[in-house]
């Protein structure tokens, strides 16, 4: 199943580009453009990123990690989810930056190719921030009255997390 | 509320290593943490960036109007209170472009979406079920390719940084349906 992941890329990259040069698209002028707009998404970001880093750093070195984690072991060890990825979980709907900082400490003590690491991956390519999206769309308009957005949301984020773990035993083990 | 998160994030450290006699480790950490947020930010910028521009290619290539199309049918039966086409057509943009990734574009045709269909709205400051809906499929990210993970993934040493983008996507079109169909539920049981 991981096979179709490392095949799919190549053919979505030589898909796009030949579909891209039969439509008449200047490729590599469009191909620049996106490029630095990379650029200026990640230095936007990089003040977050650099606050949550250091703050995650931090309670990881001072074992506040291990105690949550223990806290709620009980809880999670019933439905057999890895207690590793709790922090991600925690973080992953209130922050992006927050759940990029949690990942990258994530990888750096296991490896992204562990299981931890893949499960961690799955769950963060498949869930959102979600608070963070309900406070934008809605403030946009003035709504406070948001009846079940967050329930239906946060069922989504359960599904995209236990999903992620279940995914990873299934197919890519 | 991310005010108080990360400030209470650092001194919830300082509290907890005087209790475990790790505050030297936890102060040194954090300089080393700012050190290697540069690091991380820095060597994943390549990855993410090639990424953005081939995403770019493939917008001016015309394939997020082509999907758009395709998906106006599923859109049209889920959005059940939309009868302009322009509400119809800023979702479908939407969502065509969190496909693809580009986060710059998703946003302002997510906001121009609520604002149309705001003025459809009977009752001024509730959310409508197709809001509810709308903001719910945002929340469940179904992305093509998540280009900031598969930077940090290869960063961090994977072996193959793709390998897990079939149960991405099988896990957040699933997240996707079910929170549709929870949507729909709640907004049933609320009439």
């Known amino acids: 199943m ?7 890329v ?5 898909g796009i580009l030949a579909y891209a040069l039969y439509r008449k698209v200047k490729v590599y002028d469009a191909f620049m453009e996106g490029a630095r707009e990379g650029m200026v998404t990640l230095f936007k970001i990089f003040p977050a990123l650099l606050g949550l880093i250091v703050s995650v750093g ?3 070195a001072s074992g506040a990690f291990e105690w949550i984690v223990r806290l709620l072991n009980p809880f999670t060890s019933m439905l057999g989810f890895p207690s590793e990825l709790i922090p991600l ?3 992953r709907p209130i922050s992006g930056s927050g759940a990029m900082a949690v990942i990258t400490d994530i990888f750096q003590n296991y490896s992204p190719d562990s299981f931890v690491g893949k499960c961690a991956s799955v769950m963060m390519g498949s869930t959102e921030t979600t608070f963070y999206t309900i406070a934008i769309y809605y403030g946009s308009i003035g709504i406070t009255k948001i009846r079940h957005t967050a329930k239906a949301a946060l069922v989504a984020d359960f599904v995209g997390m236990i999903g992620a773990v279940v995914a990873v035993h299934l197919i890519l083990q | ?3 108080y998160i990360w400030a209470g994030l650092i001194i919830l450290s300082f509290v907890v290593s005087i209790f475990t006699g790790k505050i030297g480790e936890t102060a040194t950490e954090a300089m080393n943490s700012a050190k290697s947020a540069v690091e991380t930010s820095i060597s994943i910028l390549g990855v993410m960036c090639f990424w953005m521009g081939l995403m770019r290619v493939a917008e001016k290539a015309g394939i997020l109007e082509k999907l758009s199309t395709c998906m106006k049918p599923v859109i049209s039966k889920l959005f059940k209170g939309v009868k302009r086409d322009e509400t119809r057509q800023a979702i479908l943009m939407n969502i065509t472009a969190n ?3 580009i986060g710059n574009a998703a946003t302002p045709f997510g906001l121009k979406a609520m604002e149309e269909m705001d003025k459809e709205n009977g009752r001024k400051g509730v959310a409508t079920n197709d809001m509810c809906l709308f903001v719910v499929l945002n929340t469940a990210s179904i992305q093509l390719i998540p280009s900031t993970l598969l930077a940090l993934r290869s960063n961090y040493g994977s072996q193959t940084p793709y390998s897990i983008l079939p149960a991405v996507w099988a896990v957040s079109v ?18």
């Open chain 1, 58 to 60: 931090m309670l990881r």
């Open chain 2, 174 to 191: 699933a997240a996707a349906v079910l929170g549709i169909c929870a949507a729909k539920l709640f907004a049933k049981n609320r009439k």
């Open chain 2, 1 to 3: 509320m991310m005010n």
């Open chain 1, 89 to 91: 979980m925690l973080m």
């Open chain 1, 10 to 14: 190549p053919a979505m990259i030589v």
């Open chain 2, 99 to 101: 496909i693809f990734g």
């Open chain 1, 2 to 8: 991981a096979i179709i992941g490392i095949l799919c």
